[in-house]
C-alpha cells in the first residue's frame, strides 16, 4: 500500500514567460481547477494519506492550496533558483514517514489510471513511462532488456536505444530516494542543478552493472497509449487544453460508477474513489501490513471524537447494532442500567438488555418532542442506576437528543454513560471529553461515508479500563477482548472485513479532506433545500424544524387515497433515488435522509420529482 506522495513543484517554469512570472507552474488551469489540484484530487482518490509539496518559486501559492487540503504538508526549497529537481526532491525525502512514495512533478496532467498501475506494480521501485507523444521536449528513457532503467536524455543520439518516454510519476522506496539523495550531494560540485531522472539513472544503471545494490534497479512502466501531457511552454499548454485533457475527463467518465442517490438513512452513498479502495491486493489481516491499516484507521477515528490520546477505538466486522450490543453487554458489569427510548434505536438497546437480562428500566419519552432532562436526572439518582444509555441522533424521527446535558449529569454522578451516535457520528461535531461521553457506537456505512460491514466503539480511556474484569456476556461481541487482543496483537480477534476496511481507510481521508465541519454545512444545506419544497407542498413534518437533526426528515403522508408509498418509492428508484419507509407506530410518515456523498443539486433534482409526484395526486 503507498500512503504518501511527494510533488516537486519549486521550478520557476521560465518556458512558460509572463504566465508563471507571479505564479507557479501548477496552477495553470485547466477546467475549473489548476492542473497541480487536480493531481491533488487524484491522489486523495488513490488513497494517499499524506502529500508532500516542495515548493520553491511563488511558494505563497502553496501556502493557500495547503489551507484547503489539509493532508499536504510544505517543504520550502529556499535555493529553488540554484538546484534542479533533484535538490528540492531530497529535502522533501527527508520529511517522508513510509517506507514507500509516489513522486510527481507538478506540472502534469495524467489520468489517474498511471496511479492505479504503479500502485499495483510488484516491483518496489518503478517509473512511469509512455509511448512517443511527440511533444517537442520528451525525455526519452533507455532500458535493458528486463525494462530496467539505464539512462534518460531529451536527445535520442545520446541514448544506446529509446524504448519510452519519461512521464513524471513515479513509485520508489525511502532506501532509494536516500540512495537518489547522496548522489546528488556528491555532484554538487560539477552538477549544481541535477534533475532528479538524472539521479534516478545513474543509481539503476548502477545497480544493473552490479556496481551498487541491487535493489536500487528502477523498472520502467510502459503505457503506449497514455493520457498525460507535462506542461513546459505554450504548445503544451494548447495541445493539452484541446486533446488530452478532454480524453482524461472521457477516460475517467468510462470508469464512473452508475449513480444511485441514496436518501435512506444508511447505507449513505459512497464516492467513486471508496467504492474503488475496495479493489486491492489481497492480504491475509494477520499481515502486519494490514495491522497498520486498522491501526491508522483506529487513531483517525478517536481524533475525530476527542483525540487517540484518550479515546480508544475498537473495531468489530458487523452492523451498527452489532456496536450498540457490545457496549450494552461488556460495558454494564453489576450495574443498573436507564435506558431512554424515544424512537425504534432506544427501543432497541432495550430489546438487546433484555436478552442479556440485564438490571435495566426503560425511560419512554415521546419521539416527537425533546425528552424532558429534568425527569431523567431525577429517575437517574431516585432508581440507583450506574449506567445510562440513549441514542444521539434517534433516527427514527430524526430527534437529536440532549446527549451532552445529561451525559454531564452523569459524570458528575459518577454513572457510566453508552450513546448510540451511529446516524450522528461524522456529521454531527462530537467531542467524548467535553460531552462526558464514556462508550459511544457508530458504522462504517453512514456519515463517514464508507461500506457497510465495520461497526465501532469509541471508549474513553478510563472507562475501558474499568470493564476489564467484567463477566464475559457474549463471546464474539466482547468489548475489553477485541479491544486488548488488538492492542497485543495487531490483529483483531475474527477475521475483519478486510475491504470494508480498505474503503473505511479512503472515506476517513475524504472525511479529513471535507472536514466533519464542512460535511454537516453540506448536509444542512441539502436539509434546507428539502425542506423549502416540503413547505412548498404543504406537506407537514413529524418534527418542528428547530428540534431536528439536519439529517433525516420524518414527512407525514399526504391524506389522499392516491398517494401510495410504494409507487413513490419505485418511481424514485427508476430515477436514481431511494426513498426510506416511516417507522412510527402513531404516525404515517416517510423518510428523506440527505447524508453520504451527495450534492445539492441532486437534492434539487430530487424534490422536482416529489413535487412532480405530489401534484399528481390530486
Ligand atoms: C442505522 C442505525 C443503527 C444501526 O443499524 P444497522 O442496521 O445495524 O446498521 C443503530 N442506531 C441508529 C440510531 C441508527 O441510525
Redesign the pocket.
Given at each position: 500500500m503507498i500512503r504518501e506522495a511527494v510533488i516537486m513543484a519549486a521550478g520557476l517554469g521560465t518556458r512558460l514567460k509572463e504566465r508563471t512570472t507571479f505564479m507557479p507552474k501548477g496552477f495553470l488551469r485547466l477546467g475549473e481547477l489548476p492542473i497541480v489540484e487536480w493531481s491533488v484530487q487524484k491522489l486523495i482518490a488513490a488513497g494517499i494519506e499524506r502529500i508532500i509539496i516542495g515548493t520553491g518559486h511563488c511558494s505563497e501559492w502553496y501556502e493557500e492550496l495547503a489551507k484547503k487540503y489539509p493532508l499536504i504538508d510544505l517543504v520550502y526549497n529556499k535555493d529553488y533558483a540554484a538546484t534542479g529537481s533533484m535538490g528540492t526532491l531530497l529535502l522533501c525525502a527527508e520529511k517522508l514517514r513510509a517506507a514507500a512514495a509516489l513522486i510527481l512533478e507538478s506540472d502534469l496532467i495524467y489520468d489517474a489510471a498511471g496511479l492505479f498501475v504503479l500502485i499495483n506494480d510488484p516491483r518496489p521501485n518503478v517509473i512511469l513511462a509512455s509511448g512517443a507523444t511527440n511533444s517537442g521536449d520528451e525525455v526519452y528513457l533507455e532500458a535493458d532488456s528486463r525494462r530496467l532503467l539505464l539512462g534518460n536524455s531529451k536527445k535520442k543520439a545520446e541514448l544506446g536505444s529509446v524504448y519510452a518516454e519519461l512521464v513524471g510519476i513515479s513509485k520508489l522506496e525511502k532506501d532509494t530516494l536516500d540512495a537518489m539523495s547522496a548522489y546528488c550531494r556528491a555532484h554538487a560540485e560539477d552538477q549544481p542543478t541535477m534533475e532528479y531522472e538524472a539521479a534516478m539513472s545513474a543509481l539503476s544503471r548502477a545497480a544493473v552493472e552490479g556496481k551498487t545494490g541491487k535493489k536500487f534497479a528502477i523498472g520502467i512502466r510502459k503505457i503506449e497509449y497514455y493520457a498525460w501531457r507535462e506542461i513546459d511552454d505554450e504548445s503544451h499548454y494548447e495541445m493539452a487544453r484541446r486533446e488530452i485533457y478532454p480524453r482524461i475527463l472521457e477516460n475517467e467518465e468510462i470508469r464512473a460508477v452508475k449513480r444511485e442517490v441514496l436518501l435512506n438513512?444508511?447505507p449513505a452513498t459512497t464516492s467513486d474513489s471508496v467504492k474503488y479502495a475496495q479493489v486491492a491486493a489481497d492480504i491475509c489481516p494477520r499481515e502486519k501490513e494490514f495491522g497498520e491499516v486498522m491501526e491508522w484507521i483506529c487513531g483517525e477515528l478517536s481524533d475525530m471524537v476527542g483525540g487517540r490520546d484518550r479515546i480508544k477505538t475498537v473495531l468489530f466486522g458487523a452492523?451498527?447494532?452489532?456496536a450498540?450490543e457490545v457496549m450494552i453487554s461488556s460495558c454494564v458489569g453489576e450495574g443498573k442500567l436507564l435506558i431512554i427510548d424515544n424512537g425504534a434505536?432506544g427501543e432497541?438497546f432495550g430489546k438487546i438488555a433484555s436478552s442479556y437480562s440485564l438490571p435495566h428500566e426503560v425511560y419512554k419519552s415521546s419521539g416527537q418532542v425533546l425528552p424532558d432532562t429534568g425527569a431523567i436526572k431525577k429517575r437517574l439518582l431516585d432508581g440507583g442506576f450506574t449506567h445510562l444509555a440513549l441514542?444521539y441522533?434517534?433516527?427514527t424521527t430524526g430527534l437529536l437528543n440532549p446527549v451532552p446535558e445529561l451525559c454531564r449529569f452523569s459524570r458528575e454522578h459518577n454513572i457510566t454513560t453508552i450513546v448510540?451516535a451511529?446516524?450522528a457520528f461524522a456529521a454531527i461535531p462530537i467531542d467524548m471529553e467535553q460531552d462526558c461521553i464514556d462508550f459511544m457506537?457508530s458504522?462504517s456505512?453512514?456519515n463517514i461515508q464508507g461500506m457497510?460491514g465495520t461497526a465501532m466503539v469509541f471508549c474513553r480511556k478510563e472507562a475501558l479500563e474499568k470493564i476489564k474484569s467484567y463477566p464475559m456476556r457474549s463471546y464474539y461481541l466482547n468489548l475489553w477482548d477485541q479491544y486488548s487482543h488488538f492492542e497485543k496483537t495487531g490483529q483483531t480477534r475474527f477475521t475483519p472485513p478486510v475491504q470494508t476496511l480498505y474503503a473505511l481507510r479512503q472515506a476517513i481521508i475524504e472525511a479529513k479532506t471535507e472536514t466533519i465541519a464542512k460535511r454537516y454545512e453540506r448536509y444542512s444545506a441539502c436539509w434546507k433545500i428539502l425542506v423549502r419544497a416540503v413547505r412548498e407542498l404543504k406537506l407537514s413534518m413529524l418534527l418542528p424544524e428547530e428540534a431536528q437533526s439536519k439529517l433525516i426528515t420524518a414527512i407525514v403522508e399526504p391524506d389522499s387515497p392516491a398517494y401510495s408509498f410504494n409507487e413513490l418509492h419505485d418511481r424514485g428508484r427508476e430515477q436514481g433515488f431511494t426513498i426510506y419507509p416511516g417507522k412510527l407506530s402513531d404516525a404515517a410518515t416517510f423518510r428523506i435522509a440527505n447524508i453520504g456523498d451527495i450534492r445539492e443539486s441532486e437534492m434539487e433534482r430530487f424534490t422536482v420529482f416529489l413535487a412532480e409526484y405530489m401534484k399528481g395526486l390530486h
Open positions: 438513512p444508511g452492523s451498527g447494532t452489532a450498540d434505536y432497541r441514542v441522533h434517534e433516527t448510540d451511529v446516524s457506537a458504522t456505512n453512514k457497510a
